[in-house]
Nanobody
């Protein structure tokens, strides 16, 4: 089993920044990729960004140029740097770790962008 603990969410004004962290513990061997998803009230969960264990990244068009995903393999941690935040970025953000045959999710952290 893999346990994921997210942190870094909160309330921020439009145009502000936040950095989310997701630390993994447990049986973390064989992890292939990590990702961030978000779910706004009344909407489906959507993919925000992914990063492979080798460092290849991708992100949704809606956050391209504003959000950056990174990872620290030594710390078993994945990050999401969020800049130029907009009210429509308000959601619960979840991290995901993937390995063959299984994926693991964090408990979610609330991000609210409002003036």
């Amino acid at each position: 089993q893999v346990q994921l603990v997210e942190s870094g969410g909160g309330l921020v004004q439009p145009g502000g920044s936040l950095r989310l962290s997701c630390a993994a513990s447990g049986s973390i061997f064989g992890i292939r990729a990590m990702g961030w998803y978000r779910q706004a009230p009344g909407k489906q969960r959507e993919l925000v960004a992914t990063i492979t264990i080798g460092g290849t990244t991708s992100c949704a068009e809606s956050v391209k140029g504003r959000f950056t995903i990174s990872r620290d393999n030594a710390k078993n941690t994945v990050y999401l740097q969020m800049d130029s935040l907009k009210p429509e970025d308000t959601a619960v953000y979840y991290c995901q770790f993937i390995r063959y045959g299984a994926d693991y999710w964090g408990q979610g952290t609330q991000v609210t962008v409002s003036s």
